[in-house]
């Protein structure tokens, strides 16, 4: 079974430019997830999906990031435009999103932004 | 306001030495705590996992240790081998609704020959 794809894995950019990652979640997997982890913390949670619907996005910062899952499978996240503070590893991760296991979340390999 | 603490921050552990790392949260309505394992350049991936009905899971060398009524919990890894070395992270999730993980800051193992 083929995991969570993510790419680019590396991007470095100048601040106010603007950035796009993409995920591509295990087949047939409901939910997916964004998070951001910086340097030395766990990963925090920016937007949540269930199929090609937004189920929480409180901790997404709207006026920079945006995100979308057309068609419930591959998704993008977008920061526009990028701030210093954005630099870390974005973590995409999926779960099949039924009752037996909705709590187990795989997760990519992550791409890191350097953000100049 | 972190809702799930964890330390220490980091552990050196030589092998065949016991590992421990500790959790605590506040929020009586997590009721899934998993234990997640990092390695560098990879994402994290699911180690074992408990929910509060029980005091203890086991799973190989890897166990968990929970306290309901202190609402602590913790992660042993017995005879701790150099392979062990990551970053480990307790988290919890909310029962109702959808699961999402609030994840601790991370501890880094490091497991000595």
């Known amino acids: 079974e083929a995991g969570v794809a993510q790419s680019p894995r590396y991007k470095i950019i100048e601040k106010r430019q603007s950035v796009a990652f993409w995920c591509n979640p295990i087949s047939g997997h409901a939910t997916l997830y964004w998070y951001q982890q910086i340097l030395g913390q766990g990963p925090k949670l920016l937007i949540q999906f269930q199929n090609n619907g937004v189920v929480d996005d409180s901790q997404l910062p709207k006026d920079r990031f945006s995100a979308e899952r057309l068609k419930g499978v591959d998704s993008t996240l977008k920061i526009q435009p990028a701030k210093l503070e954005d630099s870390a590893v974005y973590l995409c991760?999926?779960?099949?999103?039924?009752?037996?296991?909705?709590?187990?979340?795989?997760f990519g390999a992550g791409t890191r932004l350097s953000v100049l | 306001q972190q809702q799930v603490k964890q330390s220490p921050q980091s552990l050196i552990v030589q092998k065949g030495g016991i590992s421990i790392i500790n959790c605590a949260y506040e929020?009586?309505?997590?009721?899934?705590f998993p234990w997640y394992q990092q390695f560098p350049g990879k994402g994290p991936a699911l180690l074992i996992a408990?929910?509060?009905?029980?005091s203890e899971k086991k799973e190989g060398r890897f166990t968990i240790s929970f306290n309901k009524s202190a609402k602590q919990f913790s992660l042993h890894i017995m005879d701790s081998q150099p392979g062990d070395s990551a970053t480990y992270f307790c988290a919890a999730v909310r029962g109702s609704g959808y699961s999402t993980l609030t994840f601790g800051k991370g501890t880094m193992l490091l497991v000595s020959p």
């Open positions: 929020n009586t309505a997590f009721d899934y």
């Open positions: 991760a999926s779960s099949p999103g039924h009752l037996f296991a909705k709590n187990i979340q795989y």
């Open positions: 408990i929910r509060p009905d029980v």
